[in-house]
């Protein structure tokens, strides 16, 4: 599959931001829709938010309104900018396929505190 690496958690107070960076490889990225997700111990990994190859995004309830998916195709990357953070985000967050069909990896932890 298409590596994948995340990067940019770490530990904010609520209300603040933080900008996770996904980067990728190949020519399977610029074809394919892209997610974030987010797993929190004891509960199923959740999709946060996806972009379609063509760009147009799409959030789950819970972020919507303050999670903002990107996606820059000459660059194999896509991104989530993460603002008024809540504690209730904090959780491990990895990139996939929209369909989380690449493989797993080991994600960046985002801890907010308040």
């Known amino acids: 599959q298409v590596p994948l690496v995340e990067s940019g958690g770490g530990l904010v107070q609520a209300g603040g931001s933080l900008r996770l960076s996904c980067a990728a490889s190949?020519?399977?990225?610029?074809?394919?829709?892209m997610g974030w997700y987010r797993q929190v111990p004891g509960k199923q990994r959740e999709r946060v938010a996806l972009i379609s190859a063509g760009g147009t995004p799409t959030y789950a309830g819970a972020v919507k309104g303050r999670f903002t998916i990107s996606r820059d195709n000459s660059k194999n990357t896509v991104d989530l900018q993460m603002n008024s953070l809540k504690p209730e985000d904090t959780a491990v967050y990895y990139c996939?396929?929209?369909?989380?069909?690449?493989?797993w990896g080991q994600g960046t932890q985002v801890t907010v505190s308040s």
């Open positions: 190949g020519s399977i990225f610029r074809v394919t829709a």
């Open positions: 996939n396929t929209a369909l989380g069909s690449n493989s």
